[in-house]
């Protein structure tokens, strides 16, 4: 909203899938006014919904969406056309995992800790019609020409997040690049969602056409079921599968550096799981 809110009607549309949209949504009231174009709520973020993008005004300033969702393990599977208005993606949770045809944003942006590398430092895209329109209270550093005007180094940068993300595209591209990943990705997942299907004791919380390929959440239909396959798994060596608060259940993060194998132990510890406990 810095950079963007200022053209046209002082206005950000909004897509909320989720908890990051609605956050984003609700820094942006900060610059100016918004619009929820759609809401995923009334289905508990559980699908996306459809939305006719012909009563998308125009005269907007841009327009948001989250691609990935982490919470609910959905996702945008085709992104909307916003005509004249441009569309702004947070693709922090499934950049690299899935080619995306960039012309049809605005701006991409993501944060380097899911498939990028480390913590703390953000990925910018920006076409460059958009630049020099940021609102006169923006903060310089947060002025998106003036990393423009100096390459990206307007002061001292954390080169060390840098270095790692170097690494990290590096093997990217030593593994055949982002098609490959996402077919990975996509192997990774359905070897869960096809458990998911087929069980009588998992349920998946996403709608099966917008599921994740990075972010695989389901329940179990008991609290104490739950804490059961938590402590179990963790004996395992496969961690952090407590689902978000939120949402509570079982949440398998498969980015980019969870190798075949690490799913597969997880996929057949699940089997294992339901033969004993289903």
């Known amino acids: 909203p810095l950079n963007l809110m200022s053209m046209k009607s002082h206005k950000g549309s909004y897509f909320i899938t989720g908890r990051w949209g609605t956050l984003a949504e609700n820094e942006a009231r900060k610059y100016g006014n918004t619009e929820i174009l759609m809401d995923g709520k009334e289905f508990e973020y559980q699908q996306i919904p459809q939305y006719d993008t012909s009563s998308l005004d125009q005269d907007s300033s841009y327009s948001h969406l989250t691609t990935n969702n ?41 944060g380097l800790q899911k498939n990028l590398g480390t913590s703390g430092t953000g990925l910018v895209v920006v076409r460059e019609d958009l630049l020099g329109h940021a609102l006169p209270e923006t ?72 599921r994740s390929i990075t972010n695989v959440t389901f329940h179990l239909p008991q609290e104490k079921l739950l804490q059961k396959f938590l402590t179990e798994t963790d004996k395992e060596g496969l961690f952090a599968l407590k689902g978000h608060a939120s949402v509570g259940g079982v949440r398998a993060s498969i980015y980019n550096a969870m190798p075949l194998e690490g799913v597969d132990e997880l996929a057949q510890f699940m089997k294992e799981f339901e033969r004993k406990n289903g």
């Open 70 to 110: 982490t919470l609910y393990g959905t996702r945008w599977h085709q992104f909307p056309d916003t005509g004249n208005v441009p569309l702004v993606a947070d693709a922090t949770s499934d950049i690299l995992s899935r080619e995306m045809d960039y012309s049809q944003f605005g701006i991409v942006y993501a």
């Open 139 to 210: 903060p310089k550093l947060l002025d998106y020409a003036l990393f423009d005007e100096h390459n990206s180094i307007p002061n001292t940068i954390n080169v060390f997040a840098v270095y790692v993300m170097r690494l990290v595209l590096e093997w990217v591209k030593e593994q055949g690049g982002v098609p490959e990943m996402e077919k990975l990705a996509e192997k990774k997942s359905s070897l869960l969602y096809e458990i998911l299907d087929n069980s009588e004791l998992y349920s998946s919380v996403a709608h099966p056409k917008h």
